[in-house]
């Protein structure tokens, strides 16, 4: 895969508020019946933010509650100061989600057109659109892929992909949930690197690998359905590991 190109923090898209709060307040999910968040307050601003636990905890619920792709049963969830019921349309602006497997992401025949999607309905012209379009794809080392089948694609590129259909949108939050699952090695840390040490806006990585949690500003660990610490990585990770044995 061609390295995306370096660029400054600034130009990367998506404008940094001033208040970057992630705040949930007493939250709770039930879907089809079944509880699967219970009671998680907290206020998070750090901009990288790590989410662990084990399958089944709820992390993953938590990162789409932040998407706004499920609505809370019952509490607040506000984002940026915009809350998540009354705001949900704003809020499906602010935040851009990237998951493990791209394939589910991917919407459009070619990747040109896979990248323009993300910017339906946002009242741009076509000339604008392709130049956002060829910008975006000569940065992040797809220029040469513009034309070809989307699913043609490797599975690193296939995921770096779906975060410059995220990125192009301009998002202020970014919510990747498992985006190194399915990656070997290389592309695993170009799409890491990416999130944690080169974009400015503010990343939610839901994660296995305790070593990328380990560089985020602050972890959260949940655990059957519950929120059960937030604290620096370190100590997080440590209890976590003995935790599991």
């Known amino acids: 895969m061609t390295e995306p190109t370096p660029a400054a923090a600034h130009d990367l898209g998506g404008e940094i508020p001033a208040d970057r709060?992630?705040?949930?307040?007493?939250?709770?999910?039930?879907?089809?019946?079944?509880?699967?968040?219970?009671?998680?307050?907290?206020?998070l601003a750090e901009r990288r933010i790590a989410v662990i636990g084990e399958n089944g905890s709820g992390k993953s619920t938590f990162a789409r509650l932040l998407g706004g792709l499920v609505a809370p049963t019952r509490g607040r969830v506000s984002i940026h100061g915009h809350d998540l019921v009354a705001g949900r349309k704003h809020v499906r602006r602010l935040v851009g989600s990237v998951f493990s497997n791209p394939d589910a992401q991917i919407i459009m025949p070619t990747v040109a057109e896979d990248v323009a999607f993300s910017l339906r309905r946002r009242g741009l012209g076509k000339a604008e659109i392709a130049e956002r379009v060829d910008a975006t794809l000569e940065r992040y080392g797809l220029a040469e892929r513009a034309d070809a089948p989307a699913h043609s694609l490797s599975g690193g590129q296939k995921q770096l992909l779906a975060l410059c259909a995220v990125l192009i949108a301009e998002p202020s939050v970014i919510v990747a949930d498992e985006p190194t699952a399915l990656l070997d090695g290389r592309n695993s840390r170009l799409i890491s690197g990416l999130l944690l040490d080169e974009l400015p806006q503010q990343v939610v990585l839901v994660t296995h690998d305790l070593e990328l949690a380990a560089r985020c500003d602050v972890a959260v660990r949940f655990e059957g359905g519950r929120l059960l610490e937030?604290?620096?990585?370190?100590?997080?990770i440590a209890r976590y590991r003995q935790d599991l044995g």
């Open 21 to 43: 709060t992630l705040a949930f307040d007493g939250v709770g999910v039930e879907l089809a019946g079944t509880r699967i968040l219970s009671d998680v307050t907290l206020s």
């Open 230 to 236: 937030v604290d620096a990585p370190a100590g997080v």
